[in-house]
């Protein structure tokens, strides 16, 4: 046991904390990944339960608005849209955000037809199974144009990490207020494969006209 782990111990009031994280790193023990590569069946199952339950309870077109809200602010990086309109910002679509849509998509469908109604096993495996992570992208420009041909990358340190593919920009929604005149958003896949789900990243997106948007992305606080 190191001196420094000994001062450390001193300090709490004996060794057994001091023990624990030596065992810890004896065992090699990872962190658990913020966003979840890998998903058992029992997990993805959970995931629906955690999509069905808030929608099962919705029961005005204001419920289902503030459900639907709340899903999307969870997985959501970069500028928060209820205080900057304007921002950049992404949603990430995990495989958990994903089974969690199939759970509020179960509790709709259930109370539309009176009774339960469950994904198939074929359609959870498949999300289960899925190699990529949808990115939607929104951010606001000078025209309605402006995001056509975008183009972005994943940083975390010094990798970059290219996009399997990207979606066409839609063309872009008139703004309110002040500042640019207009937004709109774009999808693109990154390979789980190719990126360190706990590492600190951010998301740049060049644009045609020469301008950066840079979206910090805190993968500890996504599932």
Not at 2 to 16: F, K, N, P, Q
Not at 35 to 58: C, F, H, N, T, Y
């Amino acid at each position: 046991m190191s001196v420094r782990c000994l001062t450390s111990a001193a300090r709490v009031g004996g060794i057994a904390t001091c023990a624990v994280v030596g065992l810890l790193t004896i065992l090699g023990l990872q962190p658990v990944l913020a966003i979840d590569v890998k998903l058992s069946a029992e997990e993805a199952q959970k995931a629906l339960e955690a999509g069905r339950a808030p929608m099962e309870k919705a029961n005005t077109p204001e419920d289902v608005k503030k459900v639907l809200q709340q899903a999307s602010m969870v997985t959501r990086v970069g500028a928060d849209p209820e205080k900057d309109p304007c921002g950049a910002s992404a949603i990430l679509r995990t495989k958990r955000y994903r089974l969690e849509a199939f759970g509020r998509q179960e509790a709709a469908e259930s109370k539309k037809r009176k009774t339960d109604v469950r994904m198939p096993d074929e359609f959870i495996k498949k999300v289960v199974d899925m190699p990529n992570m949808e990115v939607e992208v929104q951010l606001c420009g000078d025209d309605e144009y402006f995001a056509e041909g975008a183009l972005i990358e994943l940083q975390q340190g010094s990798k970059k990490i290219k996009p399997i593919d990207i979606g066409k920009a839609e063309r872009g929604r008139k703004n309110e207020g002040s500042g640019p005149a207009y937004r709109s958003r774009f999808t693109a896949l990154f390979a789980y494969e190719k990126f360190d789900p706990n590492a600190a990243s951010a998301f740049v997106v060049n644009l045609q006209d020469g301008k950066e948007a840079r979206i910090a992305a805190d993968f500890s606080k996504v599932k």
